[in-house]
């Protein structure tokens, strides 16, 4: 039976941690006695990264890793960790401006975590991410984020799950009686068009999302030709409705599905119908990336998986309160506790209103109410509320939309 879904999150499977389940790699243990400490690789030696990741994510094409060096690794922050001057373990920074609400903010992707199999469960991961987190503080980054293999595995480090992902296995060609739309494949020309409408749609659907600018879609565009893939343009008639990513690896894939359904005769369903006869010569596909608060109709629920898909953590407090909201002004005394970043530890005075926030550390109170840096993500990404003695009525930066693959 076809059902009315809404989608609250989005995404697509990205380089998350390939440890086992076990988390212990992350954690100091007995093995870790005497392990380096790992360093950032000047840029010049970004090239050396690729091996590992060769090793451990062996699904991606060489083509991907031309990509990903050429237009990624050029200018992202890579810390790894060595023995007998091999890369044994690695994480990669990759810098994204962001809209937190009406504000922009740089921020750290938290990509390719990986470590080579003998090397793993020995503490070298654990010492890679607090060096990356504290290199993010000392940038002033409000937040960091990641897609996790495992939730468990970063929640020690004062991440926390802020967006779920919908995973739709489409079989068949979907008939839309009541829609006109069909696919077209983007020019480059066409590109400018496609960030002016993202900008338009993400605006009021997503809080927390990154700038779709024209810069951003011409680096997609390279990155989807490295997946065999592309992007659609969703047509009513000869004009542009909306647009869609995809990728044809080892299975069809589309992500970020995105129309304009207040115009007449565009729904997200005449979308997907229209994206299954273009692709029904692939079919099964996997389609991921609908607009959180999408209403689709003729979706069976057996079609539908998931998951975890982003995860975040508060990295300077100072920069993150900046960009908070409240309904009413507010003037709180915080003692924050943060177990990795030193920093964030302490007591600060904050202030609040509806047009912005302001965090300054002063001197111990006896009066100041404790909270530690999960809570506060927790109530900001609107995952629970915040307590009355912390201020209250705070607006949540949700839905949050941050599907980028790397």
Known sequence: MSEHIMYAGAGQEAKGCPESQDCSEFQDCPKSQGCPGGRELPLGEHWRARALWENVFSEDSARFLDYYEACVADHNRIFADEVNGE???MLHLNPYRIWMGKEQADVSYIVAVATREEYRHQGRMGRLLRMALGE???????????MPASEKIYRPFGFRTAAYQDVLTLGSVMEDKNS?????????????????FAEKMFSGACPVRAVRNLPYFERI???????NGGILLFMLEDVPVGYCLTGLEDAAEVWEVAVDD???GVTCSGALAAVTEYF?????IK???????????????????WRPITMVRIVCLEAFVKRLRFDRP???LWNVKDDILPGNNGCFEVKITPEGGCARRVEKHREAVQVTVEELAEAAFGLRGLRPELGGSLRALRPLYLPELV
């Open 87 to 89: 890369i044994v373990s």
């Open 136 to 146: 993010c503080y000392r940038a002033k980054e409000p937040f960091a984020y990641l």
């Open 180 to 196: 006109r739309l069909h696919c077209v494949r983007a020019d480059h020309e066409q590109l400018l068009w496609i960030s002016e």
């Open 221 to 227: 565009w390279k990155e989807q030709e490295a997946v």
């Open 262 to 264: 207040s115009l007449p």
């Open 280 to 284: 029904k010569e692939q079919l099964p």
């Open 287 to 305: 389609v991921s990336g609908i607009l959180p608060g999408t209403r689709m109709d003729g979706i069976n629920s057996r079609e539908i998986s």
């Open 330 to 332: 507010i003037e709180a």
